[in-house]
C-alpha cells in the first residue's frame, strides 16, 4: 500500500510528486491508554517539496480493520 502511495503522489499544495510515508500507531482513550494498546494506526504522507502532511486511515484504504495482530502482540509482550 505504501509503494502504491508513493507511486501516485501529488501535492495537494505544490503539485509536488515526491513523498515520505511513515505508518503512526497511537493509543486511544480509556483502557487502551491506560494500557498502552495501540489499535489506531494511520500513514502520515509528507511532500518533500513543501512539507504538507496529508493523513490516511490503512483501514479505510484496505477496506478492513488493520493491525488486529499487532494489537495483541503488544498486550501479550509490551510492543
Known sequence: MIEVIEDNFKCAKCKGTDC???EVAMTGAGLSKLFDIQHNHYLFVSCMNCG????????V???HKAGKLGTVMDVLFGG
Open 20 to 22: 515520505n510515508v511513515k
Open 52 to 59: 504538507f502532511v496529508e493523513i490516511y486511515d490503512p483501514d
Open 61 to 63: 484504504l484496505e477496506g
